[in-house]
C-alpha cells in the first residue's frame, strides 16, 4: 500500500549513489559501499536490473519536466531548480531572523514538532491500544468515538488548538498529536486482539500476572502491528506539518513554502517539495528498518 | 475406585459447543476419577471429544453441565498445579527454550526460590528431555520434535500436581517418542505425578497407563469402558512385546476401537 510506494523509489535512491560512483569514479572506490552483501563474482545484472528501473523513473519524471519548461514560462526549469538547490543547501544553517533562515533550520524546527507531536501519540495511543485491545468493555466504549474522530481533516482540529493554548507552536503540535495517535492506537488494539489463544492459554494455564502477560506475550506478539501503526503515524505526522506550519507560520519547512510562495520564487517551492518528499522517505525507511528488526519469525 | 481417594473428580460432565452453525453436543454423562498418582489415558477416535475432555480438567473451558473437582476443589480456571503440554507446542517464538522454561517456573517457584535456584530448574527440566544444548535457540531454529521436548520440560518444570497431555508425542519420529515415553515412565515414577493423556496410539496407552480410558465416538460423545492395566511396574518395553498381558489389553483397546466402535467411513 503506503509502504509499497514509497519503497521502490528509495530502493533506487539507495541505490543510486554507489552505481552513480562506480560508472564515473575508479573502480577502486566503487566496491566499498555496494559489494558488502554479495559475494566474489559480483552480480553486475542483478544490480543494473536493480538500479535502473527506478533510473529510469526519475529521469522519466525530470525528462518530461524539462520538455514541459523548454520554452520557458513562470516554471523554473530542471537545471535551473538544481542549480538553485546547489546554492541553497551551501548554506543551509543561516539565521536572519526570525522569517529568514536556512533551509536546514527550517526542516529540523518541522521534524521536532513532528517528534513532539508523534512522540506524546505514541506515549497515549500505544497504551490506549493495548487497554482497549485487551479490555473489550473499554473496546466498546471507544471505539464510537475513534470512529467519529479519526475521519477528521487534520486541519480542523488547529483552530481548536490555536484556541486552547493560545499559540502557533502548541497548536502545530497538538495537530500532529490527534493525527497520528489513530493509527497507533487501532493498530495496536488490533494486534492484541489477534495474539494467537494458543499464546493465551499459556498466559492461563501459568496463572501469569496481568504485567507479565502484558510484558511477555501480548507486548511482543502485538510488536510487528504496532510498529505498523507507528509507520502510518509517521507518514500521517508529516503530512499534517506542512499543512498545519503554512497556517501558523514559524520557522518550518511548511512556513518557508507559503512564504516562498508570497515572494512568488517557484523554484524554491519545487525544491521544499522534493525535500518534504525526501524527509518523509528516510522518516519510513527508518521504521521500516526497526519494524524488520523486531519481526520474529512465526513458529 | 474408592471416591476418598479420588484426586480428580469428574461427575455427569456435559459440553455443549454453541457454534455458528448451531449447537454442538461434544460430551455427555461424563464420570470419571482419578486417583492421585495414577496414570490415565484418554483414548478414541478423532473427534470423539478427548481433547475436550481434557481442557475441561485443564480448566481452560468450563462444562455446560456437571462437575469437576480437583484436589477437592471445583475447578473453574487453569492454575500451575494442572499443566498442559499442548498438542502444538505453543512455545513463545520471540522467547529462547530457556526463557520458555523459566517463565513457567518463575511463576511457580519464584516466591520461595533464589534466582540460582529457579535457573536450575529451569535447565534440569531442559536437561530431563535432552534438550539443555538449545536451551539458547529459539523455537524456529529447532525442529517440531524438539519443540514438544520444550513444550514437555515446561510442563515438568512446574512439578505441577497433574500433568494434563494433549497428544505430546503425536507429531514426533518413533525413536523419541519412544525415549520420551520412557521418559515419562521415569519421572512420573520418581514424582508419583498424577497424569491425564490424551493419546491415539494403542502402544502408547497400555505401555504407559495405569487406566485407559476409551470413548465412544462422538457427536454426544461418552465414555465407552475403562481398561485397568495391570502390569507390574518398572515397564520395559521391550519385555513387554512378548508379555502375553501386554498383548491382551492391546488386543482389548483394539478390539473396542476397531470392532465395537469403528470409525464411520466418512468422518476423518
Same mark, same amino acid.
Given at each position: 500500500?503506503?509502504?509499497?510506494?514509497?519503497?521502490?523509489?528509495?530502493?533506487?535512491?539507495?541505490?543510486?549513489?554507489?552505481? &552513480?560512483?562506480?560508472?564515473?569514479?575508479?573502480?577502486?572506490?566503487?566496491?566499498?559501499?555496494?559489494?558488502?552483501? *554479495?559475494?566474489?563474482?559480483?552480480?553486475?545484472?542483478? !544490480?543494473? !536490473? /536493480?538500479?535502473?528501473?527506478? =533510473?529510469?523513473?526519475?529521469?522519466?519524471?525530470?525528462?518530461?519536466?524539462?520538455?514541459?519548461?523548454?520554452?520557458?514560462?513562470?516554471?523554473?526549469?530542471?537545471?535551473?531548480?538544481?542549480?538553485?538547490?546547489?546554492?541553497?543547501?551551501?548554506?543551509?544553517?543561516?539565521?536572519?531572523?526570525?522569517?529568514?533562515?536556512?533551509?536546514?533550520?527550517?526542516?529540523?524546527?518541522?521534524?521536532?514538532?513532528?517528534?513532539?507531536?508523534?512522540?506524546?501519540?505514541? #506515549?497515549?495511543? +500505544? *497504551?490506549?491500544?493495548?487497554? +482497549?485491545?485487551?479490555?473489550?468493555?473499554?473496546?466498546?466504549?471507544?471505539?464510537?468515538?475513534?470512529?467519529? #474522530?479519526?475521519?477528521?481533516?487534520?486541519?480542523?482540529?488547529?483552530?481548536?488548538?490555536?484556541? @486552547?493554548? /493560545?499559540?502557533?507552536? *502548541?497548536?502545530?503540535?497538538?495537530?500532529?498529536?490527534?493525527?497520528?495517535?489513530? *493509527?497507533?492506537?487501532?493498530?495496536?488494539?488490533?494486534?492484541?486482539?489477534?495474539?494467537?489463544?494458543?499464546?493465551?492459554? @499459556?498466559?492461563?494455564?501459568?496463572?501469569?500476572?496481568?504485567?507479565?502477560?502484558?510484558?511477555? +506475550? =501480548?507486548?511482543?506478539?502485538?510488536?510487528?502491528?504496532?510498529?505498523?501503526?507507528?509507520?502510518?503515524? &509517521?507518514?500521517?505526522?508529516?503530512?499534517?506539518?506542512?499543512?498545519?506550519?503554512?497556517?501558523?507560520?514559524?520557522?518550518?519547512?511548511?512556513?518557508?513554502?507559503?512564504?516562498?510562495?508570497?515572494? !512568488?520564487? &517557484?523554484?524554491?517551492? !519545487?525544491?521544499? +517539495?522534493? &525535500?518534504?518528499?525526501?524527509?518523509? #522517505?528516510?522518516?519510513?525507511?527508518?521504521?521500516?528498518?526497526?519494524?524488520?528488526?523486531?519481526?520474529?519469525?512465526?513458529? | 475406585?474408592?471416591?476418598?481417594?479420588?484426586?480428580?473428580?469428574?461427575?455427569?460432565?456435559?459440553?455443549? $459447543?454453541?457454534?455458528?452453525?448451531?449447537? $454442538?453436543?461434544?460430551?455427555?454423562?461424563?464420570?470419571?476419577?482419578?486417583?492421585? %498418582?495414577?496414570?490415565?489415558?484418554?483414548?478414541?477416535?478423532? %473427534?470423539?471429544?478427548?481433547?475436550?475432555?481434557?481442557?475441561?480438567?485443564?480448566?481452560?473451558?468450563?462444562?455446560?453441565?456437571?462437575?469437576?473437582?480437583?484436589?477437592?476443589?471445583?475447578?473453574?480456571?487453569?492454575?500451575?498445579?494442572?499443566?498442559?503440554?499442548?498438542?502444538?507446542?505453543?512455545?513463545?517464538?520471540?522467547?529462547?527454550?530457556?526463557?520458555?522454561?523459566?517463565?513457567?517456573?518463575?511463576?511457580?517457584?519464584?516466591?520461595?526460590?533464589?534466582?540460582?535456584?529457579?535457573?536450575?530448574?529451569?535447565?534440569?527440566?531442559?536437561?530431563?528431555?535432552?534438550?539443555?544444548?538449545?536451551?539458547?535457540?529459539?523455537?524456529?531454529?529447532?525442529?517440531?520434535?524438539?519443540?514438544?521436548?520444550?513444550?514437555?520440560?515446561?510442563?515438568?518444570?512446574?512439578?505441577?500436581?497433574?500433568?494434563?497431555?494433549?497428544?505430546? $508425542?503425536?507429531?514426533?519420529?518413533?525413536?523419541?517418542?519412544?525415549?520420551?515415553?520412557?521418559?515419562?515412565?521415569?519421572?512420573?515414577?520418581?514424582?508419583?505425578?498424577?497424569?491425564?493423556?490424551?493419546?491415539?496410539?494403542?502402544?502408547?496407552?497400555?505401555?504407559?497407563?495405569?487406566?485407559?480410558?476409551?470413548?465412544?465416538?462422538?457427536?454426544?460423545?461418552?465414555? %465407552?469402558?475403562?481398561?485397568?492395566?495391570?502390569?507390574?511396574?518398572?515397564?520395559?518395553?521391550?519385555?513387554?512385546?512378548?508379555?502375553?498381558?501386554?498383548?491382551?489389553?492391546?488386543?482389548?483397546?483394539?478390539? $473396542?476401537?476397531?470392532?465395537?466402535?469403528?470409525?464411520?467411513?466418512?468422518?476423518?
Amino acid at each position: 500500500m503506503v509502504s509499497a510506494v514509497f519503497h521502490s523509489p528509495l530502493g533506487g535512491l539507495d541505490d543510486e549513489a554507489p552505481a &552513480v560512483s562506480t560508472s564515473t569514479a575508479a573502480p577502486a572506490a566503487a566496491p566499498a559501499p555496494v559489494a558488502r552483501r *554479495p559475494r566474489k563474482p559480483y552480480d553486475w545484472n542483478g !544490480l543494473l !536490473l /536493480k538500479v535502473l528501473p527506478p =533510473l529510469i523513473g526519475v529521469g522519466l519524471l525530470v525528462g518530461i519536466w524539462a520538455l514541459l519548461t523548454m520554452n520557458g514560462g513562470s516554471f523554473p526549469t530542471p537545471a535551473a531548480t538544481f542549480a538553485e538547490a546547489v546554492k541553497l543547501f551551501a548554506d543551509p544553517f543561516y539565521s536572519k531572523g526570525p522569517n529568514d533562515q536556512g533551509i536546514g533550520w527550517n526542516i529540523l524546527f518541522s521534524l521536532q514538532r513532528v517528534a513532539i507531536g508523534f512522540g506524546l501519540a505514541a #506515549l497515549v495511543g +500505544i *497504551p490506549a491500544g493495548f487497554l +482497549i485491545g485487551r479490555f473489550s468493555f473499554l473496546n466498546h466504549m471507544v471505539s464510537p468515538l475513534i470512529s467519529l #474522530l479519526r475521519p477528521v481533516s487534520p486541519l480542523a482540529w488547529l483552530p481548536i488548538g490555536l484556541l @486552547v493554548f /493560545k499559540a502557533a507552536n *502548541p497548536a502545530a503540535i497538538w495537530t500532529i498529536f490527534i493525527c497520528s495517535i489513530w *493509527p497507533m492506537v487501532i493498530n495496536t488494539a488490533v494486534g492484541v486482539q489477534r495474539v494467537p489463544t494458543d499464546y493465551l492459554n @499459556v498466559a492461563r494455564v501459568l496463572n501469569l500476572s496481568e504485567w507479565k502477560v502484558m510484558t511477555r +506475550i =501480548l507486548f511482543p506478539a502485538v510488536l510487528p502491528y504496532m510498529l505498523t501503526g507507528v509507520r502510518l503515524s &509517521v507518514g500521517t505526522a508529516w503530512l499534517v506539518i506542512v499543512a498545519a506550519e503554512m497556517l501558523t507560520g514559524g520557522v518550518g519547512i511548511g512556513f518557508w513554502v507559503w512564504d516562498e510562495w508570497n515572494n !512568488l520564487n &517557484v523554484t524554491h517551492i !519545487l525544491i521544499a +517539495i522534493f &525535500v518534504i518528499g525526501i524527509v518523509g #522517505l528516510l522518516l519510513e525507511w527508518a521504521l521500516v528498518a526497526i519494524a524488520k528488526r523486531f519481526t520474529y519469525d512465526e513458529v | 475406585m474408592a471416591s476418598n481417594s479420588s484426586f480428580i473428580e469428574v461427575h455427569q460432565a456435559e459440553m455443549v $459447543f454453541s457454534t455458528k452453525k448451531g449447537r $454442538f453436543h461434544a460430551l455427555r454423562d461424563i464420570n470419571l476419577s482419578v486417583a492421585k %498418582g495414577e496414570f490415565v489415558t484418554l483414548i478414541g477416535h478423532s %473427534g470423539c471429544g478427548k481433547s475436550t475432555l481434557l481442557n475441561l480438567i485443564a480448566g481452560l473451558t468450563l462444562p455446560t453441565g456437571g462437575s469437576l473437582i480437583c484436589d477437592s476443589r471445583e475447578i473453574a480456571a487453569p492454575g500451575p498445579e494442572r499443566a498442559v503440554v499442548f498438542q502444538n507446542h505453543s512455545l513463545l517464538p520471540w522467547l529462547t527454550c530457556y526463557e520458555n522454561v523459566h517463565l513457567a517456573v518463575e511463576r511457580v517457584f519464584g516466591t520461595s526460590e533464589s534466582k540460582a535456584q529457579l535457573k536450575e530448574r529451569s535447565l534440569a527440566a531442559l536437561g530431563l528431555v535432552n534438550m539443555a544444548h538449545a536451551a539458547a535457540k529459539r523455537p524456529h531454529e529447532i525442529s517440531g520434535g524438539m519443540k514438544q521436548r520444550v513444550g514437555i520440560a515446561r510442563a515438568l518444570a512446574m512439578e505441577p500436581k497433574v500433568l494434563l497431555m494433549d497428544e505430546p $508425542f503425536g507429531a514426533l519420529d518413533a525413536l523419541t517418542r519412544a525415549h520420551l515415553q520412557d521418559e515419562l515412565l521415569k519421572i512420573v515414577a520418581r514424582t508419583h505425578s498424577t497424569v491425564v493423556m490424551v493419546t491415539h496410539d494403542v502402544d502408547e496407552a497400555v505401555l504407559l497407563s495405569d487406566r485407559i480410558v476409551m470413548m465412544t465416538n462422538g457427536p454426544a460423545a461418552t465414555i %465407552g469402558e475403562i481398561l485397568s492395566i495391570e502390569l507390574p511396574r518398572p515397564r520395559n518395553r521391550v519385555e513387554l512385546a512378548e508379555d502375553s498381558g501386554y498383548v491382551h489389553y492391546r488386543k482389548e483397546v483394539l478390539d $473396542f476401537l476397531y470392532t465395537r466402535h469403528g470409525v464411520v467411513a466418512s468422518a476423518a
